[in-house]
């Protein structure tokens, strides 16, 4: 299989933790697709992905599939045994309305505040940008870290007593707030000690050097005219 990806993105890091924490980084390969260059808007990439986000999962028969959450149910599912999107219905019907609560509330609010508050990927690629509505949405992300803050007060992990997908796309959002400079608020204690804990895991760790430019495949030159 082949991950299109960028080593450093927050939503790319989501697949790179389902990966590791499925064990099956040794199946994929990386193609680096470089944000800050706009290849991820290239005609070719489109052509892969027509929403021109990363990443994107190609499996050999040539099948793409993309958006962080289709891709983490194809990879939880290789296994016959689902541990990251749940095993039963509850469980299912649960780490899916956490995990679209975290993209919702904290996430792509994140995302939005830094492509159109911040320089975000430089002028070449924010072609239009709403500083208004990127401060705004800097707000609502802060207001998703106190509800989050809320929810780990009672409970070890974000959609219940073990670790999921819900769970990944938390911590892509704070890993996106840490990238932007947005401090979660020092009173979110069981925000921040969830998220401390979350670090010590292996996927998270790691999520970095499994797919660093020095070890994976660049997009070719060509694909980028």
Not at 190 to 207: C, D, E, F, I, K
Request: charged residues 20%.
């Amino acid at each position: 299989m082949t991950v299109y990806d960028w080593h450093t993105g927050p939503y790319p890091a989501r697949v790179r933790i389902a990966l590791g924490e499925l064990g099956l980084q040794s199946q994929v390969r990386f193609v680096q697709i470089n944000l800050r260059k706009g290849e991820h808007k290239t005609p070719a990439f489109l052509a892969k992905n027509y929403s021109g986000t990363l990443p994107v999962l190609e499996l050999e028969d040539g099948t793409l599939i993309a958006e962080c959450t289709a891709i983490t149910q194809f990879l939880d599912a290789l296994k016959g045994k689902p541990s990251l999107t749940g095993a039963t219905p509850v469980q299912q019907g649960l780490i899916h309305m956490m995990t679209r609560r975290a993209e919702i509330e904290l996430l792509d609010a994140v995302s939005v505040y830094f492509h159109h508050a911040t320089p975000g990927l430089g002028p070449d690629v924010e072609l239009y940008q709403n500083e208004e509505w990127g401060l705004r949405q800097r707000d609502k992300a802060v207001r998703g870290m106190r509800y989050f803050d809320g929810v780990l007060g009672g409970r070890d992990f974000v959609a219940g007593d073990s670790f999921s997908m819900a769970d990944i796309t938390v911590i892509g959002g704070l890993i996106f707030a840490e990238l932007v400079g947005l401090p979660v608020p020092g009173e979110c204690r069981h925000l921040l000690g969830w998220y401390a804990r979350m670090q010590q895991r292996p996927s998270v760790q790691n999520r970095i050097a499994m797919s660093e430019p020095a070890t994976a495949m660049t997009w070719p030159t060509r694909h980028s005219a």
